[in-house]
Structure formats: structure tokens, C-alpha cells
């Protein structure tokens, strides 16, 4: 996957509750924030997607790996958190792993065998 430079994108934050990010299509990545400034992606991607639900794994093509986790919503108003990242994209969320959505459901690839078994693990 290529990478633009970051001056070449104008990266917008959109606040999530207490959780900053701005996404971007054409770095394909993902900056993570709180009044504080930087944060933790792990820490962020717990505020905002911590009380999805795993419902399985699918065979991915375009994406950064060959399986995903997909994860749903527990409402309608958790939903509204995909809404501050670009559809249909693949988005690098943290160093090992890659997001993506539908509008409907969260696709997560982690790129490491350890993430990857950390997420599944009690689903």
C-alpha cells in the first residue's frame, strides 16, 4: 500500500465523545486525539469501537490481510462512531492494525498473529 505524504492531505479531526480522530483516504491512516493531544490508538479504538461485538472472521480481498474480524454495533447510536471514518477504505488504525467499514459493520485486519489472537480471544 502507498503512502502520501502528510502535507499533501488535509486532515480534518472529527470529535467521537472524547476521542479526536481524522481519517484520511488518501494516506490511508488514521490520527488519534483527546483534549490532551495525541493518544494511544489502542486506548481510542476501546473508547469508540470497545462495546462492539465480534461475530466472526470473513475472507477479505483489498484488504491488508486475507481474513478480517467483523464486529457489529450493540445500537444505533454506536453506529453513528463509524461516521467519522471514510467507507470503504482501509485505514491504518495502529502498527498493527488496519480498519475498515461499511457503515453497517467495523472491519478490523490486524497484521500480527498475537493482535489478531487477542481479539478473538472469549468470542
Known amino acids: 500500500m502507498e ?3 502528510e502535507s499533501e492531505c488535509d486532515h480534518k479531526p472529527v470529535w467521537v465523545g472524547r476521542v479526536a480522530l481524522a481519517g484520511c483516504d488518501s494516506c490511508q491512516r488514521i490520527e488519534w486525539f483527546s483534549n490532551a493531544g495525541p493518544i494511544d490508538p489502542a486506548e481510542a ?3 469508540l469501537f470497545g462495546s462492539y461485538d465480534l461475530v466472526g472472521t470473513m475472507d477479505a ?3 491488508p490481510t486475507p481474513e478480517v474480524l467483523v464486529y457489529r454495533p450493540p445500537n444505533g447510536r454506536k453506529r453513528r462512531n463509524l ?3 471514510p467507507k470503504h477504505v482501509w ?4 502498527p498493527h492494525l488496519w480498519m475498515s467499514h461499511d457503515g453497517e459493520v467495523l472491519l478490523l485486519a490486524p ?4 493482535l489478531f489472537e487477542n481479539l478473538t480471544r472469549g468470542a
Open 91 to 94: 485505514l491504518r488504525a495502529g
Open 111 to 114: 497484521t500480527q498473529a498475537l
Open 61 to 63: 480481498l483489498g484488504a
Open 83 to 85: 461516521d467519522a471514518v
Open 3 to 5: 503512502f502520501r505524504a
Open 45 to 47: 479504538m476501546a473508547a
